[in-house]
């Protein structure tokens, strides 16, 4: 079991800045290839970012590519998702989730945290 907790959401104006973090426990978290998600009310979720095990492969949807940066310190079990240049449309609760191998898709993430609300004012 792997256990998930997101922290460094909150409210901030449009062009601002967050950090997220991600704090895991449990099995060895260097396991694990590791993502950040997000919903808007009423959506899907989507992939923002993710990263492979060892950190040295990441990967960005478009709508996020240069302004958002995931990153992982395995010896502090802890994921990280820099968020730059934020916009209204940013809005959304974001979720970390591990994998066993480094992925794009929702369905391939087996461990899920409870989530944390970031909300860009325009």
């Known amino acids: 079991q792997v256990q998930l907790v997101e922290s460094g959401g909150g409210l901030v104006p449009a062009g601002g800045s967050l950090r997220l973090s991600c704090a895991a426990s449990g099995r060895i978290v260097s396991s694990y290839a590791m993502g950040w998600f997000r919903q808007a009310p009423g959506n899907e979720r989507h992939l923002v970012a993710a990263?492979?095990?060892?950190?040295?492969?990441?990967h960005y949807p478009d709508s996020v590519k240069g302004r958002f940066t995931i990153s992982r310190d395995n010896a502090k079990d802890t994921v990280y998702l820099q968020m730059n240049s934020l916009k209204p449309e940013d809005t959304a609760v974001y979720y970390c989730a591990a994998s066993p191998r480094t992925s794009t898709l929702r369905a391939e993430y087996d461990y899920w945290g409870q989530g944390t609300q970031v909300t860009i004012s325009s």
């Open positions: 990263i492979s095990r060892s950190g040295g492969s990441t």
